[in-house]
């Protein structure tokens, strides 16, 4: 047996884990902080490091030997270059044409293939979660931000410079908020985390009594998505006007989507998807309200089904997309 191993890339931490080629299992999964204030060089050790810990594990569970390992797959933020497995920009990690995939590679001693990490997240849901076995999906990965990730015809759709995908930042209000992207009305500058806290607050600066001044003691500056969905679970109309509103502007892009790729599934993971029903039953009211019947009929809205590990799961299909194992 060949085993791949996974790192997944995050603004606030670092997952790492392997894989048998075959999917069946996660071994030697593992979190901690990216610290990226510490630089890229600091993050790249603490990646081997995590590496190393993962070979050792999965060693001492299977009596795996090093040569058994075919791989590192490498899901980060970008906008990156694929081929030349740079990360061009990332304003969460403060990198700019960062040869991530060839630092980790001579790190570890280990051939590495690079990836998107939304595409990442949206890949490990097809390939064992949410959308396992669908050949045309859409997925959503909701935080800090909104990544997506797109898979056409069984394959992740790059386009011609690794952009497509970038679902979070499609227009959904010609003249709408400002997003961090640079462009006005972007479906992130609405739905993601922060996004829907900015407009919690300014619900509450109408004066519009809620919980929410409870919950956040006091100081407006605390509110979080999290604690929006808590309200609105308590009952909470400010919140659940809120979450209800989140659901709409998703159900805008997911709409976009359908029309635009008829997708068997979408799959919408992360922070924000956990509402469960109270965000996605407006949802798939509001995407059938305006999407073509035949392309909602034979799509299913879910959530995602791998939760933290779904970018490491990714990586490791990303990996084994590029490096056929046998
Ligand atoms: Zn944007």
Same mark, same amino acid.
């Given at each position: 047996m060949r085993y791949v191993i996974g790192v997944d890339i995050g603004g606030t931490n670092l997952v790492v884990g392997a894989m048998p080629a075959d999917g069946s299992r996660e071994i030697g999964v593992h979190t901690l902080p990216t610290r990226a204030v510490l630089g890229a060089d600091a993050v790249v050790e603490r990646i081997r490091e995590m590496v190393e810990t993962t070979i050792g594990t999965v060693a001492q569970e299977?009596? +795996?030997?090093? +040569?058994q390992f075919a791989g590192v797959g490498i899901g980060s933020p970008g906008p990156l270059d694929r081929e030349r497995g740079i990360v061009i920009v990332t304003p969460n990690l403060g990198w700019k044409d960062f040869p991530l995939r060839d630092r980790v590679s001579d790190a570890v001693g280990l051939p590495a293939v690079l990836d998107n990490d939304a595409n990442c997240a949206t890949l490990g849901e097809a390939w064992l979660g949410a959308a396992k076995g669908a050949r045309n999906v859409v997925g959503f990965t909701l935080g800090t931000g909104i990544g997506g990730g797109l898979i056409l015809n069984g394959r992740l759709y790059h386009g011609a410079s690794d952009v497509a995908g970038e679902i979070g930042h499609m227009t959904i209000e010609a003249n709408g908020r400002k997003c961090g992207c640079g462009n006005y009305g972007c479906l992130e500058a609405y739905a993601a985390g922060p996004a829907i806290a900015a407009r919690a607050r300014e619900a509450m600066a109408r004066g519009e009594p809620t919980v929410l001044a409870e919950l956040c003691e006091g100081d407006p500056a605390r509110i979080t998505a999290a604690m929006v969905y808590r309200a609105s679970d308590r009952g909470d109309a400010l919140a659940a006007e809120v979450v209800k509103d989140t659901a709409r502007f998703l159900a805008v892009g997911v709409a976009n989507m359908l029309n635009v790729f008829n997708p068997d599934v979408v799959v919408l993971a992360g922070g924000v998807a956990l509402a469960g029903d109270s965000l996605f039953v407006p949802l798939r009211a509001e995407v059938r309200r305006r999407a073509f019947r035949p392309a909602v009929d034979a799509c299913q809205i879910v959530p995602g089904a791998l939760n933290g590990s779904a970018g490491m799961v990714g990586a490791v299909a990303a990996f084994l997309a590029e490096h056929p194992v046998a």
């Open positions: 299977t009596g +795996a030997t090093r +040569a």
